[in-house]
């Protein structure tokens, strides 16, 4: 069974940077990043397939962002620069442990392990 343990998030100013890692135990085929902001959905901001490397990013943070895995340290990552007041909001890791086709990976619903949360707060 994956077991997800974020950390990294916090307070910044508009500009800064962060990075949120997230420690993953267990095998997965996709793995990614959402956010959520009060009153709103949940969203998929990047996903990365576990077994190639293949990465994904929604248009609101890409260029700013960037996912990463370390195979030797079970972690995954995200780098996020340049942030934004509207980039506040719960951050999320979470994990696919089955197979998934492509056309899938924005949708929360897909993804069977979810770790606690980090909240990451970005003031203007």
């Not at 997800?4 to 307070?11: A, F």
């Not at 085929?29 to 969203?43: N, T």
């Given at each position: 069974?994956v077991?997800?343990?974020?950390?990294g998030?916090g307070?910044?100013?508009a500009?800064?940077?962060?990075?949120?890692s997230?420690l993953?135990?267990?095998?997965s085929s996709?793995m990614?990043?959402?956010?959520?902001?009060?009153?709103?959905?949940?969203?998929?901001?990047s996903?990365i397939y576990?077994a190639?490397?293949?990465?994904?990013?929604?248009?609101?943070?890409k260029g700013?962002?960037t996912?990463?895995?370390?195979?030797?340290?079970?972690?995954?990552?995200?780098?996020m620069?340049s942030?934004k007041?509207?980039?506040?909001?719960?951050?999320?890791c979470?994990?696919?442990?089955a197979p998934?086709?492509?056309?899938?990976i924005?949708?929360?619903e897909?993804?069977?392990?979810w770790?606690?949360?980090?909240?990451v707060?970005v003031?203007s």
């Amino acid at each position: 069974q994956v077991q997800l343990v974020e950390s990294g998030g916090g307070s910044v100013q508009a500009g800064g940077s962060l990075r949120l890692s997230c420690l993953a135990s267990g095998v997965s085929s996709y793995m990614g990043w959402f956010r959520q902001a009060p009153g709103k959905e949940r969203e998929g901001i990047s996903i990365i397939y576990t077994a190639g490397g293949d990465t994904y990013y929604a248009d609101s943070v890409k260029g700013r962002f960037t996912i990463s895995q370390d195979n030797a340290k079970n972690t995954l990552y995200l780098q996020m620069n340049s942030l934004k007041p509207e980039d506040t909001a719960m951050y999320y890791c979470a994990a696919r442990t089955a197979p998934l086709w492509v056309g899938y990976i924005w949708s929360p619903e897909q993804y069977n392990i979810w770790g606690q949360g980090t909240q990451v707060t970005v003031s203007s």
